[in-house]
């Protein structure tokens, strides 16, 4: 079992489709291929990033086989198991636990509204019914709900949770936090923006969206954090921040955000020849060409172009 | 095939579960008895108030069996497919065709952020995978977006959706659509509170939880409705809203809103020999003694006792 | 003093500016004066379609008096006395008071994030600290805060409020709070779109910004609704509610939704001669010659022209 | 005239009323002292800890006369011109201006609901009719809406804004704010919990509430980041965050999230003798017995005892 002191870079891969819509095993393959030669340190399948909410069934199990086979251990895979309720949550997290996934990855509930007691249980309930560590999830832009510290150290100190993934945007959350959880218990940063600071202040990883287009950055600037070198790591964070603007290039008139942000990371990893195609899935709709044409001029201004093979 | 021109009581079902946690089939059916012989129009399977968003596979392929059995043809039955995105929308639907459902009641997309006119590409995709009318299902408070008058309008031009089910409080909007959809669209109002109001404003029909625990209520509600007996209907709406103080009892810093709401219709019903067991699915908190005292002594009021079997 | 038993139709006056920012005394006189012909039983100035939070101390000052003066005792004159915290509501309701104005109309505290009991503390306060009688104002759109049934109740019960006006779009609030006051406590509702179902429910009045431009439609579906002619008051209802469109035409991307619809209020009055120039207070931006020919044609559509003088 | 670079530490003084509910001139000269003897680089009254929103005009003329006068050109004085619409925040600043205010300190307006263009039309105007430089205030808590980065690089390149203060929370903008304006625009931040890594990722100051109960401690914080003493900052930084945990002994069941913490603050400056009396404005209910006895265990823990007079 591979070294679950989660730390290091862990991008929430996304999920390649093919013009069938199902998902692309071959583009897959290679995006996992870039990202250990780039050297991250661990591999998260199936979260916001990965359209875990617009995954099937036959989806999920694809990336999570995908992934567990091409990681062929040499990092952790972490697998989402998000959905709305405790049952269907232990439904997800016991097959990816099947497939071989190496953690499982947990938001509050949602669409039901859940006292911070009920966010609790829930965590409990699926640590009990699955063979594989969680790790909490606090994503409030998705799930309406915020895992509040109380409710982290509680999980923390009970051995529920081995990890936090922190995807709140509130730093002052995430100090409290590391100040009250053990030393050794993983704080994971979702925050393309703020990785380096986020390092500063006590995280051990960072999981970010936009490492599936330049995993590079992130090793950079990761490394350079650990390495005490705050300067270099915010010239890095920087360089990342310009890059991060694809997210912003659609036309919010025209498409919803998740579609911008997902579909700016694909087009600008098909551009860079990662995967074969930029679609993602249904209802997102597809950025137009000016749009791609504006992540190309962006790519390029980072100095991002195709990946060797 | 039962008429489909949707109108009438047609109760949001709880979905009774034994003390393993498991659908209580025993207790489900006479459910389904009662409310048939109290002259419900429709059976809802798998709304909020069934619990959707906390069942598990198994849980929701043995309610619509039991439903689409227990109703036998004589009434319809609508089985909610409500998740995040299209793809699983589509999985959910096929299953409750494969199984009876007469339709299926779908929402927005959510967890994402979507674009209105991705919700409409979400409706469409769905009514082209499945071979069951889709109802669509207006309910912010859990979705966190709106079926807008101009998404409804577009689908119901399109017949992509064959009603509306309207859950989010806005009569004002309710009463754009009904201006602005043919008059033989049937739009049907979640509202335990305003039955008679929307009535008045053009519905056809009431989905109310509260009517798991007094379908005759809602039967009466309706058919003065119907006949223009306002002053019947509003009386019948007056008694209702007494007796929908039930889902404000429990105490809001120890369990949700959900939690309180399910589990007092819940409590309720089972006080009532309805049901056997006021369970409610993880990670919701179940209502304690007091609380429970406190929707007896409502349901006394409202001369609410054990129904007969 | 005149009757206060609030009742009928009590417009929310918007303030008519002259070209160089000032109230311009003449439009608003002649909008008083086409307001008392067209039958209405009250006027409200310095409400949020009055723009209370864009007057200086000069403008509020000059609205009550020529308001007071132009009405000579024939209806009540109601005044905004809308403000942020307790001190600052009662040095403008004192001076509302002062000169002449028969009732304040008072929000929940904002800015400040306040209590159910801070905000019942609030009402005591400036009700202890005026000689006028105070209108409890419900509108959580500007302020953020909702007045429950319980706080209104409460101010019901204290006489610390004479009258309610809601502007929640939340019937079943406001049909609670109609079953749990006495029958003499005026209900008032803001809603231009649900006028004649609020007056079914117990409203005593309607105070619709849309007044403003078509004062005689409001007091036809008044008195339509108050001899129980329902169909009648619907049919004018959805004239009304066509006519509303006129808030929507301005471009969002553009400009506010409140510089869109008071603007729109504005841009009508100014195209039927009731006000002398569409102008609204900064920082809000004026609609454009393609939003105002929008506007002309919705009201060439209601059968609204130039008005007599 | 002081130096207006903005920088260092600038409390957002307290309001000290005395028992007839006026300001207390005792309390705030001896305030203004000691924070000037702590070592603080400016004042700013009627900001939200100090009130802004609850107070009349004979109290916001009081503060800041006092505070002219106490602080005698030592630093610089700014004064809050914090209200809903354009004429009326240039009330105000004309009033801080006329009595001696350095600078005012504006938000975006509220209660309406403005575009962005619109707020950088208020700024405009605001800056153009008074004769004193102009701060923007990000405080989306209150007032619901974010000045973006657009709209702040746009008043810095106009020079319509002379510095921000961001009581935001959110870093990432700051940061995106920080690479975009000029060097010199000085970004002050107002967040008690992140003050050391704001001035990592480039604030020229600190605007902490919690600085009226411990300026020494911001003063030290401060002075280490300068120093480049990141460790030094981060411990001081911990302390405070201890120490800010004052703010939420209060229960929000009984009182307000402003009251709890606005009381917090004046109840420990009290205990340490620094205000005469920890009254706030109303409608804001007080802190009772047991809420004060935590904050005093909180203070001692602190080391904060009674200062010398």
Redesign the interface.
């Given at each position: 079992m591979p070294d679950l002191r989660l730390h290091g870079v862990v991008p929430p891969l996304v999920t390649p489709l093919d013009e069938s819509g199902e998902v692309d095993r071959a583009s897959l393959e290679r995006l996992i291929a870039f990202l250990l030669d780039a050297g991250v340190d661990g591999l998260f399948l199936g979260g916001?990033s990965g359209?875990?909410?617009?995954?099937?069934?036959a989806?999920r199990r694809a990336i999570t086989e995908i992934a567990v086979g091409a990681a062929a251990g040499a990092v952790p895979v972490l697998v989402g198991a998000?959905d709305?309720?405790?049952?269907?949550v232990?439904?997800h997290a016991r097959q990816a636990a099947e497939l071989g996934a190496d953690a499982v990855v947990v938001t509050a509930?949602?669409?039901?509204?859940?006292?911070p007691?009920?966010?609790v249980?829930?965590f409990r309930?699926v640590h009990a019914a699955v063979d594989v560590p969680v790790v909490a999830y606090d994503i409030p832009?998705?799930?309406?709900t915020r895992l509040t510290p109380e409710v982290v150290t509680g999980l923390a100190a009970e051995r529920v949770a081995v990890a936090l993934k922190d995807s709140s945007?509130?730093?002052?959350s995430f100090?409290?936090i590391r100040?009250r959880v053990p030393a050794d218990f993983p704080l994971l940063t979702g925050?393309e923006?703020?990785a380096d600071?986020a390092m500063?202040?006590g995280a051990s990883g960072i999981v970010p969206g936009l490492g599936n287009v330049d995993p590079h950055g992130y090793v950079r600037l990761y490394r350079a954090a650990v390495a005490g070198d705050?300067a270099a790591a915010a010239g890095e964070q920087?360089r990342l921040?310009r890059l991060f603007t694809i997210v912003s290039v659609a036309d919010?008139?025209?498409?919803?955000?998740?579609?911008g942000a997902l579909g700016a990371f694909k087009a600008a990893m098909a551009l860079r020849g990662i995967i074969a195609n930029p679609a993602t899935?249904?209802?997102?709709?597809p950025l137009d060409d000016t749009e791609t044409k504006a992540i190309a001029a962006i790519l390029e201004e980072a100095g991002l172009g195709e990946i060797s093979r």
């Open positions: 916001s359209e875990v909410a617009l995954l099937d069934t989806q998000v709305t309720g405790t049952r269907r232990i439904e509930p949602f669409y039901v509204q859940p006292h007691d009920e966010v249980a829930h309930a832009s998705a799930v309406g945007g509130d730093l002052a100090r409290e100040r925050s923006l703020l600071t500063q202040l705050d920087d921040a919010p008139g025209r498409i919803g955000f998740t579609a899935n249904p209802p997102l709709l």
